[in-house]
């Protein structure tokens, strides 16, 4: 069964501070997709990324960089210079080939707060 | 372009009540998914349509939870007779049902049953 742990549950930091959330996951599966999306005070989900099983590449946004790797199962999300706007709570989310792309499990969400 | 509407936002209800919640999809997409968030079990899938198809409903909790797709513009979650346990967030998304697919979700249905 697909399982993601995100062993932090809050984290709290000051402006301008990068700040890493750590995602982990468990899956018997060869393909599968890695989400992250960030859900703020307002409540909507928002997406954020997608990582295929295949591509180990980490990839940078502006001031969102992931790092993937399958050789640990990590799927890390950092935020560099964090901003007062960053605060929200973040989930990490897997699917699995076989299964509908929708179908994904998530973790339990990384609070952060970015503090001025 | 709308995104994934849903309805109501905000539904306060007493324990018994039947509960109807909406969800519009966003035009052309095949998938439609519900989700629920509890500060206990956090966000789990209910159910998923493909092609107005129940795909997988192992998440739904009991039968007191039932979920509909008529067409591919509308679907419902029904939950009769309510329970306070019942009370959560509940997330509607939709996807083009893709391989690789980004799933779009509705702003929620916050439900409180007392």
């Known amino acids: 069964a697909q399982k993601v742990t995100q062993a932090q549950t809050e984290i709290s930091v000051v402006e301008k501070e990068d700040v890493t959330l750590d995602c982990v996951y468990e899956t018997r599966d060869t393909t599968y997709y890695l989400f992250w999306y960030k859900q703020p005070p307002s409540g909507e989900l928002v997406f954020l990324i997608r990582?295929?099983?295949?591509?180990?590449q980490n990839e940078i946004s502006g001031r969102y960089s992931w790092n993937f790797q399958k050789s640990t199962s990590s799927f890390n999300f950092t935020i560099t210079a964090s901003q007062v706007v960053d605060s929200a709570v973040y989930f990490c989310?897997?699917?699995?080939?076989?299964?509908?792309?929708?179908?994904?499990?998530f973790g339990q969400g990384t609070i952060l707060t970015v503090h001025p | 372009d709308a995104g994934v509407i849903q309805s109501p936002r905000h539904e306060v209800t007493e324990m018994g009540q039947e509960v109807t919640l909406r969800c519009k999809p966003i035009s052309g997409h095949n998938s439609l998914f519900w989700y629920r968030q509890t500060m206990m079990r956090g966000l789990e899938l209910l159910i998923y349509?493909?092609?107005?198809?129940?795909?997988?409903d192992s998440g739904m909790p009991e039968d007191r939870f039932s979920a509909k797709m008529p067409n591919a513009s509308f679907s419902t979650l029904k939950i009769q007779p309510s329970e306070p346990r019942d009370s959560a967030v509940y997330f509607c998304?939709?996807?083009?049902?893709?391989?690789?697919?980004?799933?779009?979700f509705g702003e929620g249905s916050r439900l409180t049953v007392l």
């Open positions: 998304a939709s996807s083009t049902g893709d391989e690789v697919v980004e799933l779009f």
């Open positions: 349509f493909n092609n107005n198809v129940p795909i997988d």
């Open positions: 989310a897997l699917s699995e080939r076989g299964t509908s792309y929708g179908k994904l499990t």
């Open positions: 990582r295929n099983s295949f591509d180990e």
